[in-house]
């Protein structure tokens, strides 16, 4: 080493030294680092960690910071060597137990080096300090790598020794290759005993959902953690590392590299999404609005400005969004907090598109479509790391813990992808064994799924089950089940075509509205506040549940309503008084609660023959009832095969379905064949001949 570079690490050592023991923090007036340094022996790990602000340096030593961002690795010596020196300064006897590699230097700061997003990482950064934000997507388990490493000769005539340690972070000690004493190669062991190992784990981020450019692969860089750096978040959290930009050998017959990065630091920036910040002025500005009579109006006026109409389900995607908490009671059971809502209608009545603005202004969401989405992509994967194990990778429904998961074309997935998250949607966990790995995985995700009828568009006179490619046992895990249909109304059409022409031209659609970010505010917000349940609430909640429960007929065996819909009630309840910003659920909270309930029931469960809503067929796949539809088919089919499938005369099929079925009005029942006939379920092959759409002719 030159007198130059000796000079220059002496006088960097000197400042960094007088720095550790001589900064002021200037909100608090107190010797920030010295007080760090005091507390560093009484951690727990081997190594110990120095947090450094990056904005302290540059502050106080702006060319050491220079330095930093430029030559990392020679700069984190300079620190590590500074800070041993003023430890030993502070507690010389706790300074002797220890060595100054033991000692991590740590560098936190939203601005440390150069901050860079993901996407923007390339080989002009290799060997400098950067900054990159984004979704940790997967964390290996724990390994061993060498820190300080004995070598002993082995051959018996030998045994001698050598010491090799890591120089820098990220880096292992080099075995020798050749003995000083007996002149021969490769001839070392490592003596475990007296080596010293350090506890490391690999990590991968990926980019924010949000910041992804349109019809782009998210792209990842690898993570290298070192202790103590260990278990410091968990896949799902949004995290920030600052580290050393590094290559490492891709394992393949070319000579291709690949980026990674050495962590100095990362830290956990929580499961939402933390570009958005509240400050006390946004808060007491919320409180202050809340007070308007017509705020709540605002707020769902707000929601997709673009889509016209459709007001309930812009309502319903809110309180899904905002929800209700978690409550564990004494029995240790927990009650899910989250609302599930599926929108189930014809195309083009802009259901992906009030998915998509659900996603973008909720604090956490993710938006998948049920075509490209599988079991492992929706949950978790177990996957090869690094280090030759097997670790998870965690898929959408799991990165979207404490946020909302959108599933486009839920119905297009294939049912053993499907099944996955039946376990999601009610016990607010993924479990996974496979690969040796035995894991249950926190998934406290809203779910917000949308699917097209099988038949293109919505059939009224099927029972819900017929018209969607979905199982019963997912479907009653929904709190909330929207139709959106299509239905051809001249003055509707007209204000729909008016609505588009002045959202395209950004005119009146806008105005009175509330802006995305404001949303963002208010939505996190919201989610924030404990609402207390009156009594009145309550007493209107069971008055309803009970009147509904007297209408169950035990010779048919309609059910009305399940225990599953009250537990969904109060869930709506508890959403709607947090979306009006109110700390008590009142009588008006369970009044929108019960119309969100009441729509969704009548659209989805409603039973044509008795005029009444019965749950069952979308509990079990279907009503104990068969609906007159279905009756008549069941006839027409019968008849058919006496005929060996064909035509059958209309006045033959109205006798029979008199005589066996509680049909008895003749007129009722052609007018049922002629809606039939319209709906392309019958059709008419000559005058007084019905047959079954599709029924073949046996030869």
């Given at each position: 080493m030159s007198d130059e570079r000796i000079d220059t690490r002496e006088e960097r050592v000197t400042e960094l030294y007088h720095f550790f023991l001589n900064y002021v923090d200037p909100a608090t007036k107190e010797y920030k680092y010295k007080d760090r340094l005091h507390e560093l022996p009484s951690q727990p790990r081997r190594f110990k960690i120095l947090r450094v602000d990056f904005d302290d340096l540059v502050i106080s030593l702006p060319e050491i910071a220079m330095e930093l961002s430029r030559d990392p690795r020679t700069v984190i010596e300079y620190m590590q060597e500074a800070a041993y020196e003023a430890l030993a300064n502070i507690r010389p006897l706790d300074a002797e137990a220890m060595s100054k590699d033991e000692i991590h230097i740590a560098i936190v700061g939203e601005a440390a080096g150069t901050e860079l997003r993901i996407r923007d990482i390339s080989s002009a950064y290799v060997g400098r300090l950067i900054t990159i934000s984004g979704l940790l997507v997967k964390l290996s388990q724990v390994y061993l790598k060498l820190h300080k490493a004995m070598y002993v000769c082995t051959n018996e005539d030998c045994g001698e020794e050598i010491i090799r340690e890591a120089r820098f972070i990220g880096e292992e000690p080099t075995p020798p290759k050749e003995c000083p004493s007996c002149k021969r190669k490769n001839t070392f062991r490592i003596d475990p005993r007296r080596t010293i190992y350090k506890d490391?784990?690999?990590?991968?981020?990926?980019?924010?959902?949000?910041?992804?450019?349109?019809?782009?692969?998210?792209?990842?860089?690898?993570?290298?953690?070192?202790?103590?750096?260990?278990?410091?978040?968990?896949?799902?959290?949004?995290?920030?590392?600052?580290g050393i930009l590094d290559i490492d050998r891709v394992k393949s017959r070319e000579a291709r590299y690949q980026f990674r990065l050495?962590?100095?630091?990362?830290?956990?920036?929580?499961?939402?999404?933390?570009?958005?910040?509240?400050?006390?002025?946004?808060?007491?500005?919320?409180?202050?609005?809340?007070?308007?009579?017509d705020f709540y109006d605002k707020?769902?006026?707000?929601?997709?400005?673009?889509?016209?109409?459709?007001?309930?389900?812009?309502?319903?995607?809110?309180?899904?969004?905002?929800?209700?908490?978690?409550?564990?009671?004494?029995?240790g059971n927990r009650i899910r907090g989250r609302i599930h809502v599926l929108l189930v209608g014809d195309p083009g009545v802009a259901k992906s598109q009030l998915l998509k603005y659900a996603v973008q202004i909720a604090p956490k969401g993710i938006y998948t479509s049920g075509r490209g989405s599988t079991a492992a992509g929706l949950t978790a994967a177990v996957i090869k790391d690094p280090g030759g194990g097997m670790s998870l990778e965690a898929g959408a429904v799991v990165l979207a813990d404490m946020g909302i998961c959108a599933i486009d074309e839920i119905d297009k997935m294939r049912n053993e992808d499907r099944v996955a998250i039946h376990e999601a949607m009610e016990q607010l966990t993924v479990s996974v064994s496979k690969g040796g790995i035995i894991a249950t995985?926190?998934?406290?995700?809203?779910?917000?799924?949308?699917?097209?009828?099988?038949?293109?568009?919505?059939?009224?006179?099927?029972?819900?089950?017929?018209?969607?490619?979905?199982?019963?046992?997912l479907i009653s895990r929904f709190d909330i089940i929207h139709l959106m249909r299509d239905?051809?109304?001249?003055?509707?059409?007209?204000?729909?075509?008016?609505?588009?022409?002045?959202?395209?031209?950004?005119?009146?659609?806008?105005?009175?509205?509330?802006?995305?970010?404001?949303?963002?505010?208010?939505?996190?917000?919201?989610?924030?506040?404990?609402?207390?349940?009156?009594?009145?609430?309550?007493?209107?909640?069971?008055?309803?549940?009970?009147?509904?429960?007297k209408k169950y007929d035990p010779d048919t065996g309609t059910m009305p309503i399940t225990n599953r819909q009250f537990e969904a009630l109060i869930r709506i309840a508890e959403a709607s008084a947090k979306a009006h910003l109110r700390e008590v659920v009142t009588v008006e909270d369970a009044e929108i609660a019960i119309n969100q309930l009441n729509k969704f029931l009548r659209e989805v469960a409603f039973d044509e023959e008795s005029q009444e809503v019965d749950v069952t067929s979308i509990l079990v796949g279907q009503s104990k009832k068969v609906s007159k539809v279905h009756?008549?088919?069941?006839?027409?089919?019968?008849?058919?095969?006496?005929?060996?499938?064909?035509?059958?005369?209309i006045e033959e099929v109205i006798k029979r379905v008199v005589e066996k079925t509680r049909l008895k009005d003749p007129d009722e029942i052609a007018r049922l064949l002629d809606k039939m006939h319209d709906q392309g379920l019958v059709t008419y092959p000559q005058p007084g001949l019905v047959s079954i759409v599709g029924k073949r002719r046996k030869k």
């Open positions: 490391v784990q690999f990590a991968r981020i990926q980019e924010k959902p949000e910041e992804l450019p349109p019809g782009q692969i998210p792209r990842f860089i690898d993570i290298v953690l070192e202790e103590p750096l260990i278990d410091v978040a968990y896949p799902g959290e949004y995290v920030r590392v600052v050495v962590a100095l630091s990362m830290e956990s920036l929580g499961k939402e999404n933390v570009e958005t910040k509240l400050t006390k002025k946004d808060i007491e500005m919320l409180k202050e609005m809340s007070k308007s009579p707020i769902l006026r707000s929601f997709s400005p673009s889509i016209y109409g459709h007001r309930h389900v812009k309502e319903a995607l809110l309180l899904a969004i905002i929800g209700a908490d978690d409550k564990v009671l004494p029995d995985l926190n998934a406290r995700t809203t779910i917000i799924a949308a699917a097209n009828p099988k038949g293109g568009r919505y059939n009224p006179h099927l029972y819900f089950t017929d018209n969607v490619n979905l199982p019963p046992t239905i051809p109304d001249p003055k509707a059409d007209e204000e729909l075509i008016d609505h588009i022409i002045m959202a395209r031209e950004g005119e009146k659609v806008y105005e009175d509205t509330f802006s995305p970010d404001f949303l963002k505010k208010y939505i996190l917000y919201a989610k924030r506040l404990k609402p207390v349940f009156t009594e009145e609430a309550y007493a209107k909640l069971k008055e309803f549940f009970l009147s509904r429960r009756t008549v088919l069941d006839i027409i089919s019968e008849m058919q095969d006496e005929v060996d499938g064909n035509p059958v005369p």
